[in-house]
């Protein structure tokens, strides 16, 4: 056997271990499509609360309760949208979308992200507004590098870019509202169109 078919072997077995170990399906489109979605509905959030008496929403007004509406549709469309177009590569590259390594990636995504939601309606409740964006940022961050490790080794890059720019809003709360159009918005859509030229088209 020669050095080539050594290396083949080698690099098949690091293959089926990868598969095994990490999700890799994850869709870059759906990572575009969910900036989209957030670049949108930072929009319209802006149009309102700009177009109201108030400009910050306050706890219980009417305001709030759309910027919460808003933010809502926007994670639920993009969840929807990742589980779709996940599925459909995950069926293309003959991967079981819900497997071993999926449950890892979807629980030590969570862990962070529920516990960095359940924190923020904490100080939401105390009044406390001018960290929400950066804790956003950062808890989310958080979730991108834990869940890295049993996914495409990338998402840890814009977790910790997260992470950067929320501190930066901590330090700036004043510009919390770009910093989060910036985060999960524009970061968003330039992960996905990088994630998607470097893996999907190949496929």
């Known amino acids: ?40 509905g930072a929009a319209l959030a802006y149009y309102i609360v700009t177009n109201s008496t108030r400009d910050y929403p306050i ?17 639920i469309l993009s969840i929807i949208t990742g589980i779709f177009l996940t599925s459909k590569k995950a069926k293309k590259n003959d991967e079981k979308i819900w497997d071993t390594s999926s449950k890892r990636l979807i629980t030590n995504f969570l862990i962070p992200l529920i516990t960095g939601g359940i924190y923020i309606l904490i100080i939401l409740e105390q009044e406390k507004y001018g960290q929400t964006a950066a804790l956003m940022l950062i808890f989310y961050g958080l979730a991108l590098v834990n869940a890295s490790k049993f996914s495409i080794g990338d998402i840890k890059y814009l977790g910790i870019i997260e992470i950067i720019l929320g501190l930066i809003c901590a330090l700036f709360p004043g510009y919390g509202f770009w910093l989060w159009v ?21 496929k």
Do not use: P, Q, W
Request: hydrophobic letters at 50%; glycine letters at 8%.
């Open 1 to 40: 056997m020669s050095s080539k078919d050594y290396l083949k072997d080698i690099s098949e077995i690091k293959n089926m271990m990868n598969k095994s170990s990490r999700f890799i399906s994850l869709s870059g489109l759906s990572g575009i499509l969910a900036g989209v979605y957030a670049l949108i």
């Open 59 to 75: 706890l219980n007004s009417k305001i709030f309760i759309i910027c919460i509406i808003i933010l809502s549709t926007v994670a």
């Open 182 to 202: 910036i985060g999960f918005g524009v970061m968003h859509i330039i992960y996905g169109a990088v994630m998607h030229f470097k893996y999907d088209r190949i």
